[in-house]
């Protein structure tokens, strides 16, 4: 089993920037795609940015431009640089993974970190 921790949430003004990162821990995995999405009060979950084992990466139209995400595969980690951040970001912010262990397939997520933007 996997198990997907993140940090580096917190509250920033508006036009601040924070790093979010995703460890992923367990073992004789190996994770295929990672990703971030988030959930604001009263809204459905949505995906904010996801990348491959190969680099390639795609963004919600949201994130673009002001959100990178990257990933340490030696690491197995995941991060979100978010910069410019606006007050209609905040939400919980989540990470998954397709991981495949012992010829299955499966998928992965994290508890969760607070993002909040002050205006």
């Known amino acids: 089993q996997v198990q997907l921790v993140e940090s580096g949430g917190g509250l920033v003004q508006a036009g601040g920037s924070l790093t979010l990162s995703c460890a992923a821990s367990g073992s004789g995995f190996s994770i295929n795609v990672m990703g971030w999405y988030r959930q604001a009060p009263g809204k459905q979950r949505e995906l904010v940015a996801r990348i491959t084992n190969g680099g390639s990466t795609n963004y919600a139209d949201s994130a673009k431009g002001r959100f990178t995400i990257s990933r340490d595969s030696a690491k197995n980690t995941v991060y979100l640089q978010m910069n410019s951040l606006k007050p209609e970001d905040t939400a919980v912010y989540y990470c998954?993974?397709?991981?495949?262990?012992?010829?299955?397939?499966?998928?992965?997520w994290g508890q969760g970190t607070q993002v909040t933007v002050s205006s």
């Open positions: 998954d993974g397709d991981y495949l262990l012992s010829g299955s397939y499966y998928l992965a």
